[in-house]
């Protein structure tokens, strides 16, 4: 298993020890750097300018929001990216949720599945430099008085590697059947049958790209070392709470459903009303060791190693450690020490 570092988005301005965190990760054998993005911080300003400090890490962006961009402009950002790293870059992408696509964006978020196929059609086409032309539901090219463009950069990579972000099982099966990875968010190394289940759908559809055996998984995995259990999963719960709780409306939270299918329906139902009720100290509180431990590899040392063996029997082809300077070192202790 490759172990990769997550830095996600930012809060209210960048976190301290960034610039550190990134060369530690790279001095221990770490194979990859990921940013984010939500309604702050973009994805890939952070991930150019930490990554002009490294030598060989993969850079990749972990997501990038579809509705943020134009396919077109970002197949540029991603040749120009790999371009300047040489050829490390990592596409990731992903539609993100009602919540951010409508009130962020200000576009909307219907059929995504349907979107994104378009979406990653269209980039696929521009990263190789051909003509871009195509006619969806969601996105025609060109329109108007334009006329069909190629790029005028030749990419490094034509077939530069998409992963594609996705919880639920169609989505999942939908990032087999076009994608070159998963990005998963809240994945479960004890309860996986049903992600093994899509995969294998979208392995099997006519035109799929990959198989199960040149398929990436890259799994953002939050990481706590400490002594005391329950002081560790406490620096987990805020963000549990903020996805399970207020990641979307009620009828329509994604983050919610993942928790839901680990079999977590009712303390996901208590969370959320608190959460939407602006109670979300007491939605923090009420995120169970359990459901944390399901997720995140929180403990001491000695927890996380034994801990490790059902990450490393997982799809998980690289666990990306969010944590501090112990957990990445403590990370690549365990998972490099076979």
């Given at each position: 298993?490759?172990?990769?570092?997550?830095?996600?988005?930012?809060g209210a301005a960048q976190p301290p020890g960034q610039a550190h965190l990134v060369e530690l990760a790279e001095?221990?054998?770490?194979?990859?750097?990921?940013?984010?993005?939500?309604?702050?911080?973009?994805?890939?300003?952070?991930l150019a300018w930490l990554g002009s400090r490294t030598r060989r890490l993969?850079?990749?962006?972990?997501i990038l929001q579809?509705?943020?961009?134009?396919?077109?402009?970002?197949?540029?950002?991603?040749?120009t990216l790999d371009h300047l790293s040489d050829g490390r870059f990592v596409l990731g992408l992903g539609a993100s949720g009602p919540a951010v696509v409508e009130g962020w964006y200000g576009r909307p978020y219907q059929r995504p599945l349907e979107r994104t196929r378009e979406y990653v059609a269209i980039v696929r086409q521009a990263l190789r430099r051909e003509v871009v032309r195509f006619t969806g539901r969601h996105y025609e090219l060109p329109t108007g008085a334009g006329k069909s463009l190629r790029s005028t950069i030749h990419p490094r990579r034509p077939e530069l590697p998409?992963?594609?972000?996705?919880?639920?099982?169609?989505n999942v099966a939908l990032a087999a059947e076009i994608a070159d990875g998963w990005l998963p968010l809240f994945y479960s190394p004890y309860d996986d049958a049903q992600h093994r289940a899509s995969l294998a759908a979208g392995f099997a559809r006519p035109d799929a790209r990959a198989t199960a055996e040149t398929f990436e998984v890259v799994c953002p995995v939050d990481v706590v070392v400490d002594e005391d259990v329950g002081r560790a999963a406490d620096a987990v719960r805020p963000r549990l709470a903020l996805y399970i709780g207020g990641m979307g409306p009620k009828e329509q939270n994604f983050h919610y459903?993942?928790?839901?299918?680990?079999?977590?329906?009712?303390?996901?139902?208590?969370?959320?009303?608190?959460?939407?009720?602006?109670?979300?100290?007491?939605?923090?509180?009420?995120?169970?060791l359990a459901l944390v431990e399901r997720?995140?590899?929180?403990?001491?040392?000695?927890?996380?190693?034994?801990?490790?063996?059902?990450?490393?029997?997982?799809?998980?082809?690289?666990?990306?450690?969010?944590?501090?300077?112990t957990a990445v070192t403590v990370a690549a202790d365990v998972f490099n020490e076979r």
């Amino acid at each position: 298993m490759k172990l990769g570092l997550g830095l996600g988005y930012w809060g209210a301005a960048q976190p301290p020890g960034q610039a550190h965190l990134v060369e530690l990760a790279e001095d221990r054998g770490y194979d990859s750097l990921w940013t984010g993005e939500a309604w702050g911080s973009d994805a890939l300003t952070p991930l150019a300018w930490l990554g002009s400090r490294t030598r060989r890490l993969r850079l990749g962006t972990a997501i990038l929001q579809m509705a943020a961009r134009t396919p077109t402009a970002t197949a540029m950002a991603a040749m120009t990216l790999d371009h300047l790293s040489d050829g490390r870059f990592v596409l990731g992408l992903g539609a993100s949720g009602p919540a951010v696509v409508e009130g962020w964006y200000g576009r909307p978020y219907q059929r995504p599945l349907e979107r994104t196929r378009e979406y990653v059609a269209i980039v696929r086409q521009a990263l190789r430099r051909e003509v871009v032309r195509f006619t969806g539901r969601h996105y025609e090219l060109p329109t108007g008085a334009g006329k069909s463009l190629r790029s005028t950069i030749h990419p490094r990579r034509p077939e530069l590697p998409i992963l594609l972000a996705a919880e639920g099982p169609k989505n999942v099966a939908l990032a087999a059947e076009i994608a070159d990875g998963w990005l998963p968010l809240f994945y479960s190394p004890y309860d996986d049958a049903q992600h093994r289940a899509s995969l294998a759908a979208g392995f099997a559809r006519p035109d799929a790209r990959a198989t199960a055996e040149t398929f990436e998984v890259v799994c953002p995995v939050d990481v706590v070392v400490d002594e005391d259990v329950g002081r560790a999963a406490d620096a987990v719960r805020p963000r549990l709470a903020l996805y399970i709780g207020g990641m979307g409306p009620k009828e329509q939270n994604f983050h919610y459903d993942v928790f839901v299918r680990l079999g977590f329906e009712a303390d996901c139902e208590r969370i959320q009303n608190l959460y939407l009720d602006g109670r979300k100290a007491e939605a923090t509180a009420a995120v169970p060791l359990a459901l944390v431990e399901r997720v995140a590899l929180v403990g001491p040392p000695a927890k996380i190693r034994e801990e490790s063996e059902a990450w490393r029997e997982s799809l998980v082809t690289t666990l990306v450690v969010r944590g501090d300077e112990t957990a990445v070192t403590v990370a690549a202790d365990v998972f490099n020490e076979r």
